[in-house]
């Protein structure tokens, strides 16, 4: 889920921003080159359609839409242990980070439908945002994608309401 959301709400202008995106995987983050932005482009493209979907409570699109995604990124899951530290692969260990990264998106997003359904999804109140989340707190209370965005809508609250005075 966590991918699927990263790449959803990443900035696809160039590497950097794919790179910042896959911060945490830098075995994707350090082999992406040109080919694999274009390429992402495209499935960032496609979840964003998902996640729309998800958080209006489209039941069909989302369907649609993630099977989609299952069907042109089809994820092959690979167990590795190199270095000691056992996980799965979901492409070949040959393929390009695109085709791994996509494949872990389209599985993260369906894995996240089944498990939280519509309900935790939401989409930022930020009116600049655009980012799409995952809501996991205890009272579904979330309004905004980061901490950043929430003190910034709140502190322009503020001044707003100041000035108003």
């Not at 274009?38 to 699109?61: F, H, I």
Request: proline share 4%.
């Amino acid at each position: 889920m966590d991918v699927a959301l990263r790449l959803a709400n990443a900035d696809l202008d160039g590497l950097t921003g794919l790179r910042a995106a896959l911060h945490d995987e830098p075995w994707w983050s350090e082999r992406c080159g040109q080919s694999d932005l274009v390429a992402l482009r495209e499935t960032r493209g496609a979840l964003r359609e998902v996640l729309g979907a998800v958080v209006r409570g489209d039941g069909d699109a989302v369907l649609a839409g993630v099977n989609r995604l299952l069907t042109e990124h089809p994820p092959q899951p690979r167990l590795s242990g190199h270095s000691g530290d056992w996980h799965i692969h979901v492409a070949s260990p040959d393929a390009p980070p695109a085709t791994e990264v996509a494949a872990a998106a389209a599985w993260g997003v369906a894995q996240g439908v089944v498990r939280h359904e519509t309900e935790r999804w939401g989409a930022c109140d930020a009116a600049d945002c655009g980012n799409y989340f995952l809501d996991l707190s205890t009272n579904r209370a979330k309004r905004f994608c980061s901490a950043r965005c929430a003190n910034r809508v709140h502190v322009a609250a503020f001044r707003s309401r100041q000035q108003d005075s």
